[in-house]
Structures are given as C-alpha cells and as structure tokens.
C-alpha cells in the first residue's frame, strides 16, 4: 500500500532550497528562535528534544517554543527516547499543540545518550529502529521526520535504516554526515548525504559544517540535497539563512545582493540575544556565562588573532562584558564580520567535541 501524500508546510521560497535550524539542547528555544527570525528565520525550526520515558511529560519550557511562537515558521517536535508506548503516548500529548510534525532524534552523539540505546545509539540496532519508527509512522497523521547520522561506529547499517525510512514513509529526513563515533572532529562525509539524497523518497536535508552561505551552496551541489540544516553556524552568524536565501536566488546579481554584516551588527545582535535569553530571576552572573558560550561561536569571525574570545572570556560582569564588545566591535563599526570562521580560532578550548541536542557548553550540528 502506497503511503498517502503528506506537503511539508509552506515558509521557502517556490523553488529555493529548504532551511532548517538544527535542533540544538539548551540553545533552540524561544527566545532564540525569536532571534533567527528578527535576522531572518530558517524555513523550518525544530525544538530540543522532548525525553521520553516512562515517567515523562513534555517539558513546559520547550512547549512553549510551540505555542508561543510568532515567528510565523513551522516548528517540529523532537523526541528523543526508545521505549515504543512512552513514545507514542507522548505524541499523542503533543499532537494537541500546533507542531508542524513530529521529529525523531537518531543523530545524539554524546555518550550519556547513545549508552542509553537513544539518540544515536539507535543506529546500532536496526531492527529496533524498524519497529520505532513503523510505530510513530502509525501514530503521526501528519508530518513524521527524522534526523540522523551516517551510523554509530561504521555505516554497516547505513543502507538498511534507509530503506526503513522509505518503507514507513518518513516525510523529511535530515543527516549528518558523520558517525556517532566520529562526534565532530572528522570530516563530513557528504558523499553518504548524496547517496540519500538519490536513495529516499522524501526530501533530505543535509547538515554538518555548513559555515556560510558559500558553503552551503556548494553542499547542495554536491550531494543532491532538497536543503540544508545548520546548527553552530546560526549561533554564530544568525544572518546565515538569509544570506543563504540571497545567494541561492539564481543568476549573477545574486551573489552581489548577499548581505554582509558589519562589526556594528555583530554588536547588536549580542545586545539582542543578551535581553532575548535573559530569563527572570537569573542571577547576572548565570547569565552572563550563558551569553559567553554563545560568544564562544561569534568569536570566531570577529578577529583573526581571537583577542575578543581572550578578552571576552575573563569577563565576569554585564558591564565587562559589553564592555568587551565595544572595544572590540565598535572601535571600527563598518568592519566587515567575516563570512567564516577565522582558522584555528576555536569555540571551545577545552571542549573540542561538541555534542549537538546536548547542551550549549559543547553544542554543534
């Protein structure tokens, strides 16, 4: 029996690619998806995930990423769990909220995740992703996505969880193009993403470094895909989806029309994702920690020395900190910001493996 015909929700451009933000732990929430859209918002949001077990309920704080939000773009539900009954239960619960679809989490790569057989560690079991993902298929009458990576320590599995995708009739698949095992600090394998993008039957979007607009084109070409999925690089540079917009519209004259943010911008933005994510009855200096990590990723393009991410490190202050963005953004304002990141400048010194859906502290996708 053939599967019925499912539309993904209107928000693109006719005819451009697709664009989503990654779903990223404690950095895709409101308040920061409130963010991307004043700076131009991705076609597709998709929130962190809801963890699904037998005592959860969909946490309030990413609920409302769903029925709070004016962005005017669709915003998918992930879960993130194994256990067949708890999954399917709560997507009854959130069916009740205006999601655009359900999304399932096969791509965690952090290790307090896959150990527990979610996440990414559903890769390394086949047969258990059939019957998952037949079991939500069922239970979704809408859109059902799934994100995912190329496989857990090999791509043994790779071919046969495709065809599972094609079998229940997944609506949208986005995968990173690196094993679980390979975290970040491989390359991406963005021939395995072309290999899907020839092999589903729905559209695929790719992800993983996908720095720039540039970059993104190129990752089109590359592997076929229907979009792209970004994660790190909007908390960086949260004109990415516009800029990609702009430089996928077709023909010469499109590639003078991207805009380019200045140092004056990249000021604003921080003064603006400063009071976004500033939640009541934080203390300042939590807040200021949060913004840091944040900082850590728009640091890369701002010089190619890193002494704003030396600087802005030892801030301990809201005054420091802005501070610390003055001297170094506004001192000369019409600077551009750089479309990529500096080489060798690195978000986070003492963390290089960041985990995507896992915490800001090591965030990426």
Not at 35 to 50: N, Q
Request: net charge positive; proline share 7%.
């Amino acid at each position: 029996m053939s599967s019925p015909v499912r539309t993904l929700p209107a928000g693109h451009l006719p005819g451009q690619p697709l664009t989503a933000l990654a779903p990223m732990q404690d950095v895709t929430d409101l308040p920061f998806m409130r963010v991307m859209a004043h700076y131009g918002a991705p076609d597709y949001f998709f929130t962190e995930f809801f963890r699904v077990h037998a005592q959860s309920r969909p946490e309030k704080h990413i609920l409302r990423s769903i029925v709070e939000n004016q962005t005017g773009r669709p915003v998918f539900a992930q879960l993130i769990g194994e256990e067949i009954v708890h999954m399917v239960r709560t997507v009854k619960e959130l069916l009740k909220y205006p999601i655009a679809g359900i999304d399932l989490n096969m791509g965690c790569p952090a290790p307090k995740i896959y150990k527990k057989n979610v996440g990414g560690g559903l890769l390394r079991d086949p047969a258990k992703i059939d019957e998952l993902i037949g079991s939500l298929r069922d239970a979704v009458p809408g859109l059902f996505t799934v994100k995912m990576r190329i496989g857990f320590d090999s791509t043994e599995n790779y071919q046969r969880v495709l065809d599972l995708i094609n079998k229940h009739g997944v609506d949208l698949l986005s995968v990173h193009g690196r094993t679980v095992k390979e975290g970040y600090r491989s390359d991406v394998h963005y021939d395995f993403i072309a290999h899907a993008a020839r092999t589903v039957r729905c559209p695929v979007l790719a992800n993983g470094n996908i720095t720039s607009a540039d970059r993104a084109a190129a990752v089109l070409t590359e592997t076929g895909a229907a979009g792209v999925m970004i994660g790190r690089h909007a908390i960086r540079n949260p004109w990415i989806f516009r800029q990609t917009r702009e430089r996928l519209a077709g023909g010469p004259a499109s590639l003078r029309a991207v805009f380019q943010p200045t140092l004056a911008d990249v000021r604003e933005y921080i003064g603006r994702l400063y009071r976004e994510t500033q939640g009541p009855g934080v203390p300042e200096s939590a807040h200021v920690a949060k913004m840091k990590k944040y900082l850590n990723f728009v640091g890369q393009s701002v010089d190619a020395e890193g002494k704003f991410l030396h600087d802005m490190r030892r801030a301990m202050t809201e005054a420091e900190l802005f501070a610390v963005c003055d001297r170094h953004l506004l001192a000369e304002p019409s600077k551009l910001f750089a479309t990529e990141p500096y080489p060798g400048i690195i978000a986070r010194p003492n963390c290089e493996a960041p985990v995507e859906s896992c915490s800001l502290e090591t965030v990426t996708a």
